[in-house]
């Protein structure tokens, strides 16, 4: 007994789909391996001039087939030699993308050349009534999409001939050619044709232009927001805006009063020996992220990183009459931070931070790759701090816990004897006090 395949239209409806998909990408592989002849060994804007030129001459191919079906249908036996210089010129400018391959404006002039002696031809051929030399404007348009900015001699010669052929045609040419036998009728119609295909050739070359334009700057502007990103990561911002006014100029700045935080992870190198330097690089940037976050939050400056190390300064560039305070809530949300990544990444992690107020000199280093840093006493006596600190505690100094103690609890360490800088009495700052 015979059954019915209830699957049998939708077979024949996939197999139709991957059919017309495969042809459709067989086309447009052929296409792009045809306007892309010749470009192999260019690159960047000589590359893409080459390829707008190969899309040209294979649009003017295009569009000599319908002239062609309209000569043949209107009058194939007295337009035969119109019908066979069309055909004939159609399948040459075919030949533009193989001459590029052997100097990158040999096509654009083969075309030139091609298209003027085409043009004008088919203007004596149909004389000015049929506005057929309206086509010599239209190929004076692509002059600079063919040859580019680079060579605008060779633009300004293009555009030159072709203006001076229109003229020539438009003043001479008001009969047609005494071997056809065109009526008014038929010019007429070649008119019609010939006005709107010339606008339309002259409205996608300007578009073009300005779409090329409008595309550079716009990579222009990605480009200078990128680059204004960067800056603004490395430098801060009234720095970086004074590097831009007076690029090359010495930065540099004194500051009266200002708070230095020096922090470490505890233990690092031998957990690092421990990890992958890939996992050691994505941890260490996991947390400092956290930390850049935290600085951006309480309005403070990060200096640098030095390996597993964290720097920040308080009340600088500008000045911050709040310096200490920012730094000191800082310190105590990294401590929390570092707390919580510990446990998210399974890791006993702590922090030593050093924290030390006073006046410091900061500049700008280099000018290959410079970078924003600070000296100074401040600066050494916070990094001691740190080194000479306790897992999990921030350590102060006296100057520093005489600007903070209306607002932080603190816990007396006692007198510490410090490398180069001899006893001095240090304090850990335990948290903020109740509002």
Same mark, same amino acid.
């Given at each position: 007994m015979y059954y019915p395949n209830p699957y049998g239209k939708h077979a024949v409806r996939i197999f139709l789909y991957h059919l017309v998909k495969f042809v459709r990408d067989a086309i447009l592989s052929g296409l792009w391996a045809?306007?892309?002849?010749?470009?192999?060994?260019?690159?960047?804007? +000589?590359?893409?001039?080459?390829?707008?030129? @190969?899309?040209?001459?294979?649009?003017? +191919? =295009?569009?000599?087939?319908?002239?062609?079906?309209?000569?043949?249908i209107y009058d194939a036996q007295g337009l035969i030699v119109p019908i066979i210089i069309i055909s004939l010129v159609a399948i040459a400018f075919q030949l533009t993308p193989i001459l590029n391959a052997l100097w990158p404006y040999a096509g654009g002039l083969y075309n030139l050349i091609l298209w003027l002696g085409f043009a004008t031809t088919n203007a004596w051929m149909f004389s000015a009534q049929s506005a057929i030399h309206f086509y010599l404007l239209a190929g004076a348009t692509t002059a600079i999409a063919i040859f580019g900015v680079r060579q605008n001699l060779l633009s300004i010669i293009s555009i030159g001939l072709g203006l001076t052929a229109f003229i020539y045609a438009d003043r001479n040419f008001a009969e047609p050619a005494d071997f056809l036998n065109l009526t008014n009728t038929f010019l007429t119609i070649l008119y019609f044709i010939s006005i709107p295909t010339t606008l339309l050739a002259i409205f996608?070359?300007?578009?073009?232009?300005?779409?090329?334009?409008?595309?550079?700057?716009?990579?222009?502007?990605?480009?200078?927001?990128?680059?204004?990103?960067?800056?603004? @990561?490395?430098?801060?911002? $009234?720095?970086?805006?004074?590097?831009?006014?007076? $690029?090359?100029?010495?930065?540099?700045?004194?500051?009266?009063?200002?708070?230095?935080?020096?922090?470490?992870?505890?233990?690092?190198?031998?957990?690092?020996s421990q990890r992958t330097p890939d996992s050691v690089v994505r941890m260490l940037n996991m947390l400092f992220t956290r930390f850049d976050d935290l600085a951006n939050k309480h309005g403070l400056e990060k200096i640098k990183t030095l390996g597993d190390a964290f720097m920040?300064?308080?009340?600088? $560039?500008?000045?911050? $009459?709040?310096?200490? =305070?920012? =730094?000191?809530?800082?310190?105590?949300?990294?401590?929390?931070?570092?707390?919580l990544f510990a446990r998210e990444v399974n890791e006993r992690l702590e922090l030593r931070i050093g924290i030390h107020s006073g006046p410091v000199v900061a500049g700008v280093i280099g000018t290959k790759k410079p970078f924003y840093d600070v000296w100074g006493d401040t600066v050494n006596t916070a990094a001691r701090l740190e080194t000479y600190g306790t897992n999990g505690k921030i350590q102060v100094t006296e100057e520093t816990k005489r600007i903070l103690e209306g607002d932080f609890n603190f816990e007396e360490r006692g007198t510490v004897s410090i490398k180069g800088k001899g006893d001095m009495e240090l304090w850990y700052l335990e948290g903020s006090r109740p509002s």
């Open positions: 045809w306007v892309t002849l010749g470009t192999e060994k260019f690159q960047g804007p +000589s590359k893409r001039r080459i390829i707008m030129t @190969n899309i040209l001459v294979m649009l003017v +191919s =295009v569009l000599c087939v319908p002239h062609v079906i309209f000569f043949a996608c070359m300007v578009f073009y232009g300005f779409k090329q334009a409008s595309t550079a700057e716009e990579a222009l502007q990605r480009e200078y927001e990128y680059s204004e990103a960067l800056l603004a @990561n490395m430098l801060p911002g $009234p720095i970086a805006a004074q590097l831009k006014r007076n $690029p090359g100029q010495t930065i540099a700045d004194s500051h009266d009063e200002a708070t230095i935080l020096f922090a470490d992870i505890v233990g690092f190198t031998p957990l690092a920040v300064a308080g009340g600088m $560039p500008d000045p911050q $009459p709040d310096h200490a =305070v920012r =730094v000191a809530r800082m310190a105590l949300d990294m401590l929390s931070e570092t707390e």
